[in-house]
């Protein structure tokens, strides 16, 4: 079964000294730039992804132990009206 990929032609501008970095990476690697730069968005896309995750559950993160606490105090304030067991000594 064959597998059609749909592709988008862009035009780039890239600063020169990334564009003569990533030709002398070219050259060394044998690939062509068109996959090289396929991969590298793909890996940039998923760095980025993680980052905006990590700081996603940073946040609720943060709200979970705002409302641990909350709830902390509460059994604490509890605890405090309760009687004391004595320890048979």
């Known amino acids: ?45 998923k760095l980025i992804a993680r980052r905006l995750l990590k700081n996603k559950l940073v946040r609720e993160s943060d709200i979970v132990a705002a409302d641990s606490m909350a709830v902390l105090e509460e059994f604490e304030k509890f605890e405090e009206g309760l009687p004391r067991e004595s320890d048979g000594n």
């Open 1 to 45: 079964m064959e597998v059609d990929i749909m592709s988008k032609n862009l035009s780039l501008k890239l600063q020169d000294e990334v564009f003569e970095e990533t030709e002398r990476v070219l050259r060394r690697v044998k690939r062509p730039r068109n996959a090289y730069i396929n991969e590298a968005i793909h890996f940039y896309n």
